[in-house]
């Protein structure tokens, strides 16, 4: 009881609480009736599992939904083409739009190693060797080599690998190919199993692709990527295989880094990134022959028994996780193969005894590169500038040095060896006219 202004007033407890309990009471009434209407309603389609949206439109079945990967999180709504008109964006800019015709590109190709021992022709990595490429429309048809290989040239026409992947993106486009100017500059070396001929494919589908304006579909709309149930379209892929034939030196030189490829049941071919160890080393010990790829397939086995296949499968597992897990003490065992090498030693007198002393000196593992003739020691431990990095950190003058001396003793026309390491950046567009830069947007050396 309370006293205001000489008014008493009487306060019941009781009814207090009752009205308490009544208004919670209700309120949990109207709670339970909303779940069990709205329960109701996304439980129309009984035996169905309902659809999660990933974007306002999207229609993926919740089963089919994927982890978001790194390379794609979410599906994007951008326009089939980049464009910004005069105005929107920068007011001193002039129109710019991807599709843009240009007169020249040019486009730097990076080496790449197949197969890593047993992953034959499955595997291969992007190394940091770079060709050049230039293709500028002309009055008539024209080609120019120089560098690495370029007296071993023999058809500087068109049916010179780099204007087949010319002539295929024009033709992809739905263009008619008009005479252009070729000028390569060969850092690769040719005919060695280091990706010169992927090389020149990529770098000719690049270039026809940015001469003719088009833009060509890595991962599509409702790709496996962004949580969809469809592969990637991957379409510079699929052109470069269909000139190529299988993956394992064009997927690094287009994506960069260590890349897997497989044909897919529907004839698509379809490319996987492995892991790269961040302080590797290659030691390419390169002989004074040129390897034929063609005659050299010539020697492998037709049929392959049984206990071989299990061999290099185990084999490929252990190579894919040790470099996953960056296992390195792992990678002797995962490079080791009994398909492709072993015939290829009778070609390759010295492989075997180059294998041994590279590893002999501290090589984590080494392999035919390719269809040779390059043999391909790995090492680590390299960490900024290699030369101002202490010596006794790293062992890639040891490999060399023991490389160099099997070499000279098992190999008729003993080579050079050649210290890189793996880039994670594929084939890119260095130059072009018109620019892709434009006013106060620029590209990486404002190409």
């Known amino acids: 009881m309370s006293k205001e202004k000489g008014t008493e007033i009487t306060i019941n407890v009781s009814n207090i609480i009752s009205g308490l309990a009544f208004g919670v009471g209700v309120g949990v009434a109207a709670g339970v009736a909303y779940y069990f209407l709205n329960g109701s309603k996304s439980s129309q389609n009984t035996g169905k599992r309902n659809k999660v949206d990933l974007d306002d439109d999207d229609d993926i079945p919740y089963s089919s939904r994927r982890e978001f990967s790194p390379k794609r999180p979410t599906k994007s709504k951008r326009p089939a083409t980049q464009t910004f008109a005069r105005g929107s964006v920068d007011e001193t800019s002039e129109p710019w739009d991807s599709w843009d015709k240009r007169k020249s590109v040019t486009v730097r190709v990076p080496a790449t190693s197949a197969n890593l021992g047993s992953g034959f022709d499955t595997i291969g990595i992007a190394l940091d060797m770079w060709s050049e490429i230039t293709v500028e429309r002309a009055d008539e048809f024209s080609m120019t080599c120089e560098g690495e290989g370029a007296e071993h040239l023999q058809s500087l026409n068109e049916k010179n690998l780099v204007c087949v992947g010319v002539k295929t993106a024009f033709e992809y486009v739905g263009e008619e190919l008009p005479p252009l100017k070729y000028t390569c500059r060969n850092r690769i070396p040719f005919g060695k199993g280091l990706g010169s001929s992927s090389a020149a494919i990529v770098g000719g589908l690049i270039a026809g692709l940015a001469l003719c304006g088009k833009e060509l579909k890595v991962f599509g709309e409702d790709s496996l990527y962004s949580g969809g149930v469809t592969a990637e379209p991957e379409e510079l892929l699929q052109l470069a295989c269909k000139i190529e034939g299988h993956p394992d030196n064009v997927a690094p030189a287009i994506y960069g880094g260590i890349q897997l490829g497989i044909k897919m049941r529907n004839g698509k071919w379809r490319s996987s990134r492995v892991n790269c160890p961040a302080d590797l080393q290659m030691v390419a010990y390169i002989p004074n ?113 023991a490389m160099i001396l099997a070499g000279q003793k098992h190999c008729s026309k003993p080579g050079n060896v050649y210290i890189t390491r793996p880039v994670m950046q594929g084939a890119y567009i260095v130059k072009a006219d018109p620019p892709f830069s434009k006013g106060v947007v620029r590209y990486p050396g404002f190409v």
């Open 289 to 401: 022959v040129v390897g034929v790829t063609a005659e050299l397939r010539k020697v492998l086995k037709s049929k392959i028994p049984r206990q071989d296949a299990i061999f290099n499968i185990g084999r490929v597992a252990f190579l894919v996780n040790s470099l996953s897990q960056n296992k390195l003490y792992d990678l002797r065992y995962g490079t080791e193969d009994v398909l492709h090498q072993p015939p290829r030693a009778s070609v390759y007198p010295y492989l075997y005894p180059l294998m041994n002393a590279a590893l002999s000196a501290g090589a984590h593992a080494v392999y035919l590169s390719g269809a040779g003739p390059t043999v391909l020691a790995i090492t680590s431990g390299a960490a900024g500038d290699t030369f101002t990095q202490h010596g006794s950190e790293r062992m890639e003058r040891a490999i060399a040095d």
